[in-house]
């Protein structure tokens, strides 16, 4: 069942307080929320929004860091195959 943009935000919300620093957390959500739109036009329109795996890669390689995740998601989007990689090697090592 799609979810609606607001929804989404709002299930977000909680996971997202816990990554970011409290003046960031709005910021990420806007940037997730610009993520859902760019996925859409990039694999729409069965595509409405970033896969849960995906975005679980972008969070983990983020650390938290609001400009990291801007480039993290831009590199998901153009092709998430790589954050893919990189996520996997970071599980790797920090197992």
């Keep these: ?3 609606g ?3 989404r935000r709002g299930e977000r919300k909680p996971r997202i307080e816990g990554l970011f620093a ?3 957390v709005e910021a990420a959500l ?3 929320h610009l ?3 760019a996925w859409h036009d990039c694999y729409g329109p069965q595509e409405l929004e970033v896969p849960p795996s995906v975005l679980d890669d972008v969070l983990l390689l983020a ?3 609001l400009a990291v995740l801007i480039t993290v998601a831009r590199e998901a989007v153009v092709d998430f195959r790589d954050v893919r990689i ?3 090697a970071r599980r790797t090592t920090s197992s």
């Design 63 to 65: 650390e938290g860091d």
């Design 30 to 32: 806007d940037l997730l």
């Design 22 to 24: 409290g003046e960031q």
């Design 35 to 37: 993520m859902d739109m």
């Design 5 to 7: 943009s607001e929804q």
């Design 86 to 88: 990189a996520a996997d």
């Design 1 to 3: 069942m799609a979810l």
